[in-house]
């Protein structure tokens, strides 16, 4: 799905091939933090995550950053054998954090055409630890779903707990009478990176 303002074409989609093939048969998307944050786990979770994609025969498709959990993921799935796409928004292009060593790295106009690509690519969406930017793709994704729009799993890497907070929230909307529970449903949960895997390999 793309929004009117983001037409990709050859003036404003810019594709960097490595050579590879940039079509693999599934492909699943990883949304996550930019950063490391403050615990060796999340780290780890993330190229743990990248090593089961590669494992599972899956493709990943992210955010293009070398840094962070998200660079983690990347260079796990890449070291694994995977096909790698990084989708990167001009407004981050010039930070210098785009990540050279990809299957394919595609540049996009505007954050929603990133994330429209993405979804473009991906069967399934897997979320890791992360901030502002992570929660917005969290939440688009399984909005969409809710609207029928998609029906592909998200899936939560619940490491460390970390999204505990969020999901009582959740749950809290459900109360309240804001979120009916079929629709919270559509938010799954897995405990650690093989467990995301394996859920988005039987989707």
Not at 114 to 132: I, N, Q, T
């Amino acid at each position: 799905m793309l929004y009117p303002e983001d037409n990709m074409n050859s003036e404003t989609s810019q594709k960097i091939p490595s050579g590879k093939s940039t079509t693999p048969g599934r492909c699943v998307a990883v949304y996550c933090a930019s950063a490391d944050g403050n615990n060796p786990v999340f780290l780890e979770e993330a190229r743990a995550l990248g090593v089961a994609i590669a494992a599972a025969g899956l493709g990943l498709v992210y955010g293009g950053a070398n840094v962070g959990l998200m660079g983690a993921v990347a260079d796990a799935a890449l070291a694994g054998g995977a096909k790698v796409i990084g989708v990167l928004p001009a407004v981050l292009a010039g930070r210098e954090i785009a990540h050279t060593g990809l299957t394919t790295l595609e540049r996009v106009p505007t954050m929603h055409a990133r994330k429209a690509r993405m979804s473009e690519l991906a069967d399934a969406y897997l979320v890791l630890p992360g901030g502002y930017g992570t929660l917005d793709e969290l939440l688009e994704s399984v909005t969409w779903a809710q609207l029928g729009l998609h029906a592909k799993p998200c899936i939560l890497v619940n490491t460390a707990g970390y999204w505990n907070g969020l999901l009582a929230f959740l749950d809290s909307a459900v109360a309240a009478g804001f979120l009916m529970r079929k629709n919270r449903n559509l938010l799954l949960v897995a405990a650690n990176a093989q467990e995301a895997v394996e859920m988005a390999a039987r989707s």
